[in-house]
């Protein structure tokens, strides 16, 4: 006859095999007689999250949120951040449109071989051009993986607001050659996967918007809270 601490833990043990419970992630809270499971309910897909936007934007504050929020549920994730990537990538290449390209086919090469591996691919280059990020996409999804375009749209006059270095306002006066945006184009999405309002969102606001839309796609896994009282 086993005894009420035995008793207990095989509850415990059983709540742990129901089918229901078995994420990959979850956290088990007793409160009293009452278990509280909180998690998520299965793994992610591996996908590639694209974003683009001009300087400034909100990119890179966004993609640092979700490695960490990725990171935290367990997923496999990398980051293509555009300066770290120029660096090593694509040390070499300067800002002419060709070489511009080139730099965004590498990154879109990585991501296609981490996403269609079962990684989450972030990348977070301002990527000007819309025919290099169709490539991407096309590129990407050839191989079964989902492409999401994320744009942080936002104005100049909001940019230049926000810039403590000044670049922008270098730019506009003719200090700075080759500024996407100012002196070079830049060619916003006209039908991204997910529109950021950089200027009327806050990063948090942002932040559940991305989250939210891969949940729904069911590329994530979703939050889930279960609880069930012991007898």
Do not use: C, H, Q, W
């Given at each position: 006859m086993p005894t009420a601490k035995e008793n207990h833990h095989l509850k415990l043990q059983n709540l742990e095999d129901h089918p229901q419970m078995r994420y990959p992630f979850y956290n088990l809270y007793l409160?009293?007689?009452?278990?509280?499971?909180e998690g998520f309910k299965k793994m992610h897909k591996g996908f590639t999250l694209w974003f683009t936007g001009l300087s400034g934007s909100g990119k890179s504050t966004l993609t640092e949120l979700l490695?960490?929020?990725?990171?935290?549920?367990?997923?496999?994730?990398?980051?293509l951040d555009g300066d770290i990537v120029r660096t090593n990538l694509s040390k070499g290449l300067g800002f002419s449109k060709e070489d511009r390209d080139i730099n965004i086919r590498r990154i879109g090469f990585v991501c296609d071989l981490l996403s269609r591996n079962g990684v989450i691919a972030i990348s977070a280059a301002i990527s000007p051009y819309q025919s290099v990020r169709d490539e991407n996409r096309k590129l990407v999804e050839s191989h079964g993986a989902r492409f999401i375009e994320v744009y942080t749209k936002c104005s100049l006059d909001e940019l230049v607001r926000r810039?403590?270095?000044?670049?922008?306002?270098?730019?506009?006066?003719?200090?700075?050659?080759?500024?996407?945006?100012?002196?070079?184009?830049y060619e916003g999405p006209e039908n991204p996967e997910i529109l950021l309002d950089s200027e009327a969102q806050s990063v948090e606001e942002s932040l559940a918007q991305i989250l939210d839309y891969l949940e729904k796609e069911e590329l994530i896994g979703s939050p889930v809270a279960a609880e069930k009282v012991l007898s």
């Open positions: 409160l009293g007689r009452k278990i509280i499971v490695d960490e929020e990725f990171e935290k549920r367990g997923y496999k994730v990398e980051v810039d403590v270095k000044g670049l922008y306002k270098k730019a506009i006066a003719g200090e700075i050659k080759n500024f996407t945006g100012v002196s070079d184009p």
